[in-house]
């Protein structure tokens, strides 16, 4: 066998074999024949004319995410980056636009998704930046379906998933959320030593009604004894004045007892002059020395108004006039 025949054996081999090719699954392979667009071929293994028809390239039909970094100014002048992600794929039935209309696709979408952020976010504070960044993201994904759908592609989602504003404003936020975290704080503790004081108001305020009452009460069933008292002694042939008298020098012992009771208690007189002191001092010493006086009187009175009734209620009754008659 000779080596002209090897090598022809060997061409016809490749050329053979190289007629041959496999696609994998979600990918699509254009197929060019003399550098004009011949078919697209799909999963599985497929045949083309060797040396005629070649792979001009593959197409990609999973879902893809681009990551677009895009740094703008918001309506109060706070400068930021958002990162938006962006969801797309390559539809079937339009592999050839998505091939020959694009040259580079992912640079087109960041393209789109640029002008729509940095047309959107000035519009808006920063605080609104970040409560309306769904907002911002089904713009971007409106714009891009508009845009891409004629390039053969469709857009799947787009997601806002970071917002970066610069370093001092963002201490500057942690700041302004502590301080009105404070607030409520102090907010809160004012209301409750608000109540704590109005609480403690109530309380003594209901203490001094009843201890009023107490004390009304107590001068009432005093007053209620007094009286019983007089009835007791006017009833024994002692007048008002003499029952009087005679309750007034008990309450005075009855104080100068409670007060030597107690061996820390102090009765202290303070005159203004000598003079007034040595008159209230003998005031007081023929006070007390009437008041005795009385009170002897009164309980010798007593005394004899006592027997003169016993002696009454033994005495036989004297017979009337009509019994003797």
Do not use: W
Request: glycine residues 4%.
């Amino acid at each position: 066998m000779s080596t002209s025949f090897i090598f022809l054996l060997f061409v016809v081999l490749f050329i053979f074999l190289s007629s041959f090719f496999t696609v994998k699954q979600q990918t699509a392979v254009i197929i060019e024949r003399f550098g004009k667009f011949q078919s697209i071929r799909h999963s599985g293994l497929q045949l083309k004319i060797p040396l005629i028809d070649r792979i001009a390239g593959r197409v990609n039909l999973k879902i893809q995410q681009l990551d677009v970094i895009i740094e703008t100014k918001t309506k109060d002048n706070v400068f930021v980056k958002l990162k938006v992600s962006v969801q797309f794929m390559v539809v079937k039935e339009t592999v050839y636009d998505a091939f020959y209309k694009l040259e580079y696709p992912h640079d087109q979408i960041t393209s789109y998704v640029f002008d729509v952020v940095r047309a959107e976010v000035p519009k808006l504070k920063l605080d609104d930046v970040f409560e309306r960044k769904d907002d911002i993201a089904i713009a971007v994904k409106r714009e891009l379906n508009e845009a891409m759908t004629t390039y053969g592609y469709t857009i799947i989602n787009t997601l806002v998933t970071d917002i970066d504003p610069d370093i001092q404003v963002k201490n500057a936020m942690n700041r302004i959320n502590a301080a009105d975290r404070e607030k409520t704080v102090a907010e809160f503790e004012a209301e409750a030593s608000r109540i704590r004081i109005v609480a403690k108001a109530k309380a003594e305020a209901e203490s001094k009604r009843l201890q009023g009452q107490g004390i009304a009460d107590q001068r009432r069933e005093i007053a209620r004894g007094l009286v019983e008292s007089v009835d007791v002694l006017n009833g024994v042939g002692i007048n008002s004045q003499e029952a009087s008298a005679l309750i007034v020098v008990t309450q005075h012992y009855d104080t100068l007892q409670a007060i030597g009771s107690d061996t820390n208690s102090n009765l202290i007189l303070l005159p203004n002059s000598p003079q007034a002191g040595s008159d209230m001092l003998n005031n007081m010493v023929a006070s007390f020395t009437a008041s005795n006086l009385v009170g002897e009187s009164m309980k010798k009175d007593l005394k004899t108004i006592t027997k003169t009734n016993k002696k009454k209620s033994q005495e036989p009754e004297k017979p009337s006039d009509d019994s003797e008659v």
